[in-house]
């Protein structure tokens, strides 16, 4: 069983309490990592250590902290492969998909902001006659980095990387279900010269660990990624202390197909929008509307496609998924395709778990398409994150609109067309804060990026990185 420690200060230590957690295997189903399940002591320490080193780091310039960034990107990518076996052991995505996304991903996120921050300028305005009046943007102090299960390391470095190129210090509290490549980080962060103190890790489960972090009166800024129940607690919490908050949350997003979409280009990229990382991304596609015309044509095609979708062990470089993360998660899942059977829905494909040899108590589950439900109904409302989801036919451009729209949650969505002025009115009109035409999961990191409704709060990437971690001041001078 693989053991973490807390980082505090620079150095790893055991929980001052002696509680710990402990995280399954979800390819075997056995215990998998012990971490500290740090409490409201540790907590104080780690923000302590931030708000000494918070001084220092937020003093220093833009080339020097530009300079470190680029050390840790290139000190992961070192360790790609090391990151990349602990990633998909930790949470069972595919060693491929650990490979190939998420540590390059990580590795770009530092990279991007070392290089972003360079870019910096401050404005100037001479409106007020004999005056001139100029912004400075100040790091806003210690804050709290509180990342989910699914993109571990990725979703974890989208909120360290920004926080260290603008200033502030952080204490942050990773999923308990994946700690292991936070805890690689700290060494990393080390050997780049991140000074002690100015990134602290404490492990632990949301209640122990997480909920001090957020109402700790010397953190005046969170960053938290997970579920809409979580973050709503979270917004309740922080309104006492007026605490800054970028929220993101999750989705049930959808993705509309007009009769006149590239079939050749949109059947794999369904299948990856659908079942990438066995579904557990945020950003997956799950609510499929299709328009009538070629709503039988896409059913069968994309069914076709899943059937050959290669479910196995995360650690066999033929794997396409993996299991899930977790049992609950795992039984949350098929509970969600038993309520698709009693509202009548047809499973076309998948519906089922999957037996892999030699790992039979793992959380392996096949690809699952479910049709004949409405749109309407909790199955096509309520977020199941997982490699499952439901078809609907649709006739017309506002039809295929209204049930985009008829969801709590706006975070992103995927239009096909070929039509060029309906996929910008579409896009225009879409109730979701990441549109993409024609592709899915393409990312630019200076877009802003969010969610609108229950999908979240505030928008990070580029310069909205920038708007979060930093407080901006006016200072007027009369000439
Ligand atoms: P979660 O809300 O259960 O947990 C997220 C994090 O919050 C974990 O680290 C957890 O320990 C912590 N936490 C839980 N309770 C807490 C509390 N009271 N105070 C402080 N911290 C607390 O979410 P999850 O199950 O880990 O992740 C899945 C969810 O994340 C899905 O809803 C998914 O859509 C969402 N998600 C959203 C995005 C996005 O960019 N919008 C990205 C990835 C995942």
């Not at 710990?20 to 002591?41: F, H, I, V």
């Not at 998660?329 to 395709?337: F, P």
Request: glycine share 8%.
């Amino acid at each position: 069983m693989h053991e973490l420690q807390n980082f505090i200060g620079g150095t790893f230590r055991p929980p001052r309490e002696d509680r710990w957690y402990t995280s399954d295997d979800p390819a075997s189903g056995q215990p998998g990592t012990r971490m500290p399940n740090s409490t409201e002591s540790d907590v104080n320490d780690a923000v302590d250590a931030a708000a000494a080193a918070f001084t220092t780091w937020s003093k220093t310039t833009l080339q020097d902290r530009s300079k470190i960034l680029l050390l840790i990107a290139a000190g992961i990518e070192a360790q790609l492969e090391a990151f990349a076996v602990a990633e998909s052991e930790d949470q069972g995505k595919p060693i491929s998909v650990a490979r190939q996304i998420d540590i390059p991903r990580a590795i770009h996120n530092f990279r991007y902001f070392g290089q972003h921050i360079l870019t910096e300028t401050e404005s100037v305005s001479y409106g007020v006659p004999q005056h001139m009046s100029y912004t400075r943007k100040m790091p806003a102090g210690v804050a709290a980095l509180i990342s989910p299960w699914n993109l571990p390391l990725y979703l974890l470095t989208w909120k360290i990387a920004p926080c260290l190129a603008y200033g502030c210090t952080c204490v942050c509290k990773p999923s308990e279900f994946t700690s292991r490549t936070a805890s690689m980080l700290c060494q990393v962060l080390k050997d780049a010269g991140v000074p002690d103190g100015v990134v602290n890790m404490v492990f632990g489960d949301g209640p122990s660990a997480g909920q001090p972090l957020i109402e700790h009166p010397q953190v005046p800024l969170i960053s938290f990624t997970g579920g809409t129940v979580t973050g709503k607690r979270i917004y309740e919490r922080a309104a006492a202390c007026v605490k800054r908050l970028s929220l993101e949350l999750g989705g049930k997003n959808a993705v509309l197909v007009f009769d006149d979409a590239d079939f050749a280009k949109l059947i794999p990229t369904v299948v990856r929008s659908s079942f990438s990382n066995q579904g557990e991304i945020c950003l997956c596609g799950s609510r499929l509307f299709v328009q009538r015309g070629v709503y039988e044509r896409f059913v069968a095609a994309l069914t076709e496609a899943t059937r050959q979708l290669r479910v196995g062990h995360p650690a066999d470089a033929a794997t396409q998924m993996g299991p899930l993360v977790s049992k609950p998660h795992y039984e949350k899942v098929l509970g969600y395709i038993e309520l698709a059977k009693q509202l009548g829905g047809t499973i076309v494909t998948g519906g089922h778990p999957v037996t892999v040899p030699g790992y039979e108590s793992g959380y392996y589950l096949a690809p699952t398409i479910i049709t004949d439900v409405d749109p309407s109904s909790r199955i096509c409302q309520e977020e199941i994150f997982g490699p499952v989801i439901t078809i609907c036919p649709f006739d017309t451009e506002a039809e295929a609109l209204r049930y985009a729209n008829d969801s709590m949650y706006g975070l992103s969505a995927c239009i096909w067309t070929s039509h060029l002025s309906r996929a910008h009115r579409v896009a225009a009109a879409i109730q979701a804060a990441y549109v993409w035409i024609n592709c899915w999961m393409v990312r630019d990191l200076t877009m802003p990026f969010g969610g609108m409704k229950g999908s979240g709060l505030g928008r990070e990437g580029g310069q909205d990185s920038s708007h979060f971690f930093c407080e901006s001041k006016t200072i007027c001078l009369a000439e």
